[in-house]
């Protein structure tokens, strides 16, 4: 199901549903959250093939899929990096991230390849989150639906949207209250 919601708002407030608080990550520990998350999710992604591919419901994406997308949002969030790094108010290109599962075909995908990739990707993100000079953390950029963005607003989003995903594999499922996915 397409996601359609602007997450923006978790810059102003703690997540009611992973319970994270963008707002009060120190801009120095955005690197060191990246690599806690990506190596968390990569542990994941280790599981048994059939537990790491079956979709707990049919709208939800499963572990492998969370991963592919992860990857996507890594890699697409060190291009919006360098970006705010090096350009002067720059617009994001837009990034359909459901058309990128269709095309990638994030549920065909070797959870192995993926997990090498996530941590790969990960690591070239939070070195970059690491490399940011004093300068740089005001740095604005545009999204393309209008949303401004800091270099340290951006790696505080970022952090969310990473925590948040580890969140959807690890809750229970509504249909068995108490029972990790």
């Known amino acids: 199901m397409a996601d359609t919601k602007d997450w923006t708002w978790v810059l102003d407030r703690a997540c009611p549903d992973c319970g994270?608080?963008?707002?009060?990550?120190?801009?120095?520990?955005?690197?060191?959250?990246?690599?806690?998350?990506?190596?968390?999710?990569?542990?994941?992604?280790?599981?048994?093939?059939?537990?790491?591919?079956?979709?707990?419901?049919?709208?939800?994406?499963s572990t492998l899929e969370y991963g592919c997308h992860l990857v996507d949002v890594v890699v697409i969030g060190a291009g919006r990096l360098q970006l705010l790094r090096t350009e002067v108010d720059p617009t994001?290109?837009?990034?359909?991230q459901d058309e990128s599962a269709i095309a990638r075909r994030y549920a065909e995908q070797d959870p192995a390849e993926?997990?090498?990739?996530?941590?790969?990707?990960?690591?070239?993100l939070a070195d970059a989150f690491d490399g940011v000079a004093d300068d740089e953390?005001?740095?604005?950029?545009?999204?393309?639906?209008?949303?401004?963005?800091?270099?340290?607003?951006?790696?505080?989003?970022?952090?969310?949207?990473?925590?948040?995903?580890?969140?959807?594999?690890?809750?229970?499922?509504?249909?068995?209250?108490?029972?990790a996915r």
């Open 92 to 96: 994001f290109p837009n990034w359909d």
């Open 137 to 179: 953390w005001s740095r604005r950029g545009t999204r393309s639906n209008g949303s401004v963005f800091t270099v340290e607003s951006f790696g505080r989003y970022l952090a969310h949207d990473l925590v948040h995903h580890v969140w959807d594999i690890d809750r229970p499922s509504p249909l068995q209250p108490g029972v």
């Open 20 to 61: 994270f608080d963008a707002g009060t990550l120190p801009r120095t520990a955005i690197g060191a959250t990246i690599r806690v998350v990506v190596e968390r999710f990569a542990v994941e992604l280790e599981g048994p093939d059939d537990a790491v591919r079956r979709r707990p419901e049919p709208e939800v994406w």
């Open 114 to 124: 993926v997990r090498i990739e996530l941590q790969h990707a990960g690591s070239v």
